[in-house]
C-alpha cells in the first residue's frame, strides 16, 4: 500500500508534488518555473513537454520551434531528425507520425510521443481526439485531453464528456493539480462535479489533485466527501485530506478522523494528521499513533522513523514522557536512546539516575546511540566524574567508554593527565582493555607514537597492536607479534593473524607459518589456514596438509580437515584422524568421528572401528567414552 505518500511528505516539509522539467525547459535553461516555500511543496509545473510560451508561437515560429524540440531531443539522446515534423505548423501528418512512432521502443517513444500530443493538442485537439477515439486508442487520447487541459481548459472539459469517464477525469484531475484555485472557480458553475467522485481510483496523481485542492478550500472537500459513499473512496484520500484539515485544526482533524466507519480509513487519516503534525508537535504526532493497532494494515510505522527525528530532544524530561506511551519495543528504545544521550550531555547524574530506574533489560537498549556525544573534553570529564558514583547499570558502562574514547580521539594528552592516578578505580579498571584498543587504533591511523603521559598512566597491551594491524597490514602485525610475550595471547592471536592474513594472502601467511618455532603457535595458525583453505578449495588443502611433517602444527591442520567432512564424509574423517600423532587428540577425534557416524550407519562406524588397527583397549575407549568439548 502507498498510503503514507503525503503524510510522509508533509514530515520532510516538502509534500509529493510533480516536478518534472519539460524537454524545452531542459534545452532553454528556464528550470521548472515553480516557487518554493519553507512550509510547502513546489508550485507545480505543466507535464507538457513544450514550455508553456510555445504552444501560441506554433503557427508562426515552426523553425525556432524546431531548434528548441532538436535541441532538448539531443539532451535526451534522442535522434534530432525527429525535431521537423513534430515542429510542424499543422497537424495534418500527425496521424502517420504516431503510426511511424510505433517502431520506436522505450523511454525514446515515450518522450516523443509525449511532444507530439503536446503540439497536437496545441494545433487540432478535435481532430486529435477524434482520430485517437476512431482508433481506439484510449491511452493516448486520455494524454491528449491531459495536454489539452492546460491550453483550454474550459473547452477541454467540456468536449471530455464525449469521450469517457477517463477523458474527464485526466481532464480534470490536471486543472485540479496544477491549477486548483482555478478549478475551485470552475466548480462552482458545475455544481453536479465532485472530484471525489471522479478521483477516487488509485493513489498517485489522482490523490495529489484532491490534496491540492483540499489544501485551498478544506470545508468544500468536506462536503464533497459526504457526497460519495465511504466504500468507494481511495483509501490514500483520508490520509491526505485529514493532514490538510489539521493545518487548520487538529482537534478538528481527530475529530473527524475518528467519525469514519472503516477502521483503515480512520487510521490513514489518524498517520495523516501525526505527518502534519510531525514538525510543529512531534510528541502528539507519536502519541496519536501509539493509539493505533500495529498490526494494522496500514503501515503506520512508516512514519516512525521520520517523527523521531523531528522530536525535539531540547526538554528531554518531556521527551522521556512520550517514550513511556509506548510499550517495551523499538519505539521506545529509540525515543530513550536519542533522549538519554541528550540528557547526557546536559545532565550526566540525572542520565544515570533515569538509565538506573529504567532496570538492566531497558539500560542496554540505551547506549545504541552513545558514541555521538560530543568531542568536547569537559563533556567526557563530567561524564567520566559522575559515572562512578552512580549505580552499575551496562548504560554506566557504555557511556564511560563513549566519554573515554570520544576524549581519545580529540586530546589524548589531556586525557593522560585525567587518567593518572585514576586508572585503578573499579569502573576505569574494568574499561582499560577497551582503551588500550583504541590507543593501539589512534597510533595506526595517525601513525604517531601514543603520547607518553597516556601510556604512562594507561600502559599498551601489544596484543591490541596486532590486533590493530590485522586487517591493514599483516607483515607489520606479525612483527608487533613478538612483543606479546603471553604464551596464551601469543597463541590466540596468531590464529587470528593467520586468519586475516590467509585471506588476503594465503601464500605469504603460510611461509610465515613455517617461521614460527613456538608448536602451539604454529598449530593456531595452521589450524587457521587450513580453515579457511578448505572452505575455497578442500582438494588443495588435503594435499597441502599431507606435506606437512608429523607435529602439533600438522595435527591442528588433520582435526580441522578431520572435522570439516565429518558429516558429509565420515569414512574418510575417521581416516584422517587416524593419522593424528598425539595420542589423547587423536582418541578423541575418533571418540567425535564416530558418535556422529553410528547415528548415521552404525553397522559402518562399527566395522570400521573393528579394521582400524586399534588396540582393543584404544577401541573400547572409543565405543564407551564420550568425546570430549573442545574448540573447533
Keep these: ?72 531531443l539531443i539532451l535526451q539522446g534522442i535522434d534530432p531528425e525527429w525535431a521537423d515534423d513534430l515542429a510542424a505548423g499543422d497537424a495534418s501528418g500527425f496521424p502517420a507520425l504516431l503510426e511511424k512512432l510505433s517502431s520506436v521502443s522505450g523511454s525514446q517513444k515515450a518522450t516523443l510521443t509525449s511532444i507530439l500530443l503536446a503540439r497536437w493538442a496545441s494545433l487540432d485537439p478535435l481532430g486529435g481526439a477524434a482520430f485517437l477515439k476512431f482508433k481506439k486508442d484510449d491511452e493516448n487520447l486520455s494524454a491528449l485531453f491531459r495536454e489539452w487541459s492546460q491550453i483550454d481548459f474550459g473547452t477541454a472539459a467540456a468536449t471530455a464528456t464525449e469521450y469517457g469517464d477517463k477523458c474527464i477525469r485526466c481532464t480534470l484531475r490536471e486543472k ?4 486548483p484555485a482555478g478549478f475551485l472557480t470552475w466548480a462552482k458553475d458545475h455544481p453536479g462535479i465532485n472530484p471525489l467522485a471522479l478521483l477516487n481510483s488509485g493513489p498517485g496523481e489522482n490523490s495529489e489533485a484532491l490534496q491540492r485542492l483540499a489544501e485551498l478550500d478544506p470545508d468544500r472537500m468536506l462536503a464533497w466527501s459526504k457526497l460519495v459513499p465511504e466504500d468507494q473512496w481511495n483509501e490514500d484520500f483520508p490520509n491526505t485530506f485529514a493532514a490538510q484539515l489539521a493545518k487548520r485544526s487538529p482537534e478538528e482533524a481527530i475529530a473527524w478522523a475518528k467519525t469514519l466507519a472503516n477502521p483503515t480509513h480512520s487510521q490513514a487519516a489518524l498517520c495523516g494528521i501525526a505527518g502534519a503534525l510531525a514538525t510543529t508537535q512531534p510528541d502528539r504526532a507519536l502519541t496519536l499513533l501509539a493509539e493505533l493497532p500495529a498490526e494494522s494494515d496500514y503501515e503506520i510505522r512508516g512514519l516512525y522513523p521520520a517523527i523521531l527525528g523531528k522530536l525535539n530532544l531540547g526538554d528531554p524530561e518531556k521527551a522521556l514522557d512520550v517514550a513511556k506511551i509506548f510499550p517495551p519495543g523499538d519505539i521506545r528504545n529509540e525515543i530513550l536512546s536519542r533522549t538519554m544521550t541528550v540528557l547526557l550531555k546536559q545532565n550526566p547524574a540525572r542520565a544515570f539516575e533515569i538509565s538506573e530506574a529504567l532496570g538492566p533489560e531497558a539500560s542496554a537498549a540505551l547506549s545504541s546511540n552513545l558514541l555521538s556525544i560530543t568531542k568536547d573534553p569537559d563533556e567526557a570529564r563530567r561524564i567520566l566524574e559522575t559515572a562512578p558514583a552512580a549505580g552499575e547499570t551496562s548504560f554506566q558502562r557504555e557511556a564511560t567508554r563513549a566519554a573515554l574514547l570520544v576524549w581519545l580521539q580529540s586530546d589524548p594528552a589531556s586525557l593522560g593527565v585525567y587518567l593518572k592516578d585514576r586508572m585503578e578505580t573499579p569502573l576505569l579498571n574494568g574499561l582499560k582493555a577497551e582503551l588500550q584498543k583504541g590507543m593501539a587504533l589512534l597510533a595506526l591511523q595517525t601513525g604517531q607514537p601514543t603520547e607518553a603521559g597516556l601510556m604512562a598512566a594507561v600502559g599498551l597491551d601489544p596484543t591490541f597492536t596486532v590486533e590493530a594491524l590485522l586487517e591493514t597490514d599483516p607483515a607489520r602485525a606479525a612483527v608487533a607479534l613478538e612483543q606479546v610475550h603471553d604464551a596464551a595471547s601469543r597463541k590466540q592471536t596468531a590464529g587470528d593473524l593467520a ?65 570439516h567432512i565429518q558429516d558429509t564424509d565420515p569414512d574418510l574423517s575417521w581416516k584422517w584422524a587416524l593419522t593424528l600423532s598425539d595420542s589423547t587428540v587423536k582418541t578423541n577425534a575418533l571418540q567425535e568421528v564416530a558418535s556422529q557416524w553410528s547415528r548415521r550407519d552404525a553397522a559402518a562406524a562399527r566395522s570400521a572401528l573393528e579394521n582400524s588397527g586399534l588396540t582393543l583397549e584404544e577401541r573400547r575407549n572409543i565405543l564407551e567414552t564420550p568425546p570430549q568439548p573442545s574448540a573447533k
Design 1 to 72: 500500500m502507498k498510503l503514507l505518500s503525503h503524510a510522509a511528505a508533509l514530515i520532510g516539509s516538502a509534500a509529493i508534488g510533480y516536478t518534472g522539467v519539460s524537454l524545452i525547459q531542459q534545452a532553454s535553461g528556464t528550470g521548472s518555473g515553480g516557487t518554493t516555500d519553507a512550509t510547502h511543496r513546489p508550485a507545480p509545473t505543466a507535464t507538457s513537454p513544450l514550455s508553456p510560451e510555445l504552444p501560441a508561437a506554433t503557427q508562426t515560429s515552426g523553425s525556432a520551434l524546431a531548434a528548441q524540440i532538436r535541441t532538448a
Design 176 to 179: 485540479a493539480r496544477l491549477d
Design 499 to 563: 586468519t586475516a592474513w590467509a585471506a588476503r594472502d594465503r601464500g605469504d601467511a603460510l611461509e610465515w607459518a613455517t617461521t614460527l618455532t613456538e608448536p602451539a603457535e604454529q598449530a593456531a595458525a595452521w589450524q587457521a589456514i587450513t580453515g579457511h583453505w578448505l572452505g575455497e578449495d578442500s582438494h588443495r588443502a588435503s594435499e597441502w596438509i599431507t606435506t606437512l611433517p608429523p607435529g602439533a602444527g600438522r595435527d591442528a591442520a588433520v582435526l580441522t580437515m578431520a572435522r
